[in-house]
């Protein structure tokens, strides 16, 4: 997606710890006409496949699910990460072991919300080691629910994420994929 | 907003410590049809007023932030309340009580997102007590931004939020106001 790799070309910035940093427009601000584009796009990458559901994981991930679900005209559902006062006893979990944070988590997603009548897409900002994205195949499979596939905005080619998903025979979708953030420079696959 | 009313009443339930669950089309799923008419009532409340960017604090709030964006083609942001990788020392911060987690958090904005030729508009999906708007608007004061109004998807109208907001001369607007939930029962503001 050339208008992405554009942007983060020009914006991005690689922290010290080998971060991503795309805060001004993917992950505490987010240009809303880029996120109209992104929701198309995967739209258009997952399209006639008779999808649900789109799940994500609070909190970056959330303005492209909706978008998605948005055009799909079906609703969006995020796990939670963090403690939250209106989840009982009946849901689904996952224990995920978060890079940014450096800390193991659960995540949680509310029985009800997911069923095994429901087709499911999953949506994220980023792919890293895949932590996130198997934790979130673990509570799909726990509801029964089929998968669709899995489609992040920004893939970290570099790392395992991709390699673990499509081991589980699941089809992976990139929007844009990163080879190599070396001394910095950003370079994407072709 | 009568088809929100509508559907809290429906499908919203109250939870024996006094909290408004409203997983199934607001907080974890998220209806995005239901999702567009409330991002275009707070577009027509707020309209006309110049509003350069909607800010909200994760997670509930953003799909509601970001569709009200969209329809006026500014970005959105969210003040992260949870540590992240990505927020250096160069913040705008400000301590609240979280009721529904029932302890102190900081919230954060990064300085770079929000500045003096901002106007803002606040956006969140509940209001009670206030400490989250205020905190944001904490956050405003100090990027030194122009502050439009707040406004929230689902009021407490017995809780004190309201009072502090308006108290400080800030426009404060709900989508749907409760007066009360004695005994699990539900009753709208007319």
Known sequence: MKILEDRIQSEGTVTIGG?????????????????????????????????????????????????????????????????YVTLDDSIYQSRIFS????????????KGLITETDKVLVVDDFLANGSAAMGLLDILAQSGADVAGVCVVIEKGFQKGREKIEGKGIRFEALVTIDSMENGKIEFRK
């Open 19 to 83: 971060i991503l940093k795309v805060d001004t427009f993917i992950n505490q601000m987010i240009d809303t006409e880029l996120m109209e584009n992104i929701g198309e796009e995967i739209v258009t990458r997952f399209s006639n496949l008779g999808i649900t559901k789109i799940v994500t994981l609070e909190s970056s991930g959330i303005p492209f699910a909706c978008e998605a679900a948005r055009r799909l005209k079906i609703p969006a559902v995020f796990a939670r990460k963090y403690e």
């Open 99 to 110: 890079y940014t944070r450096k800390k193991e988590m659960v995540i949680r997603v509310g």
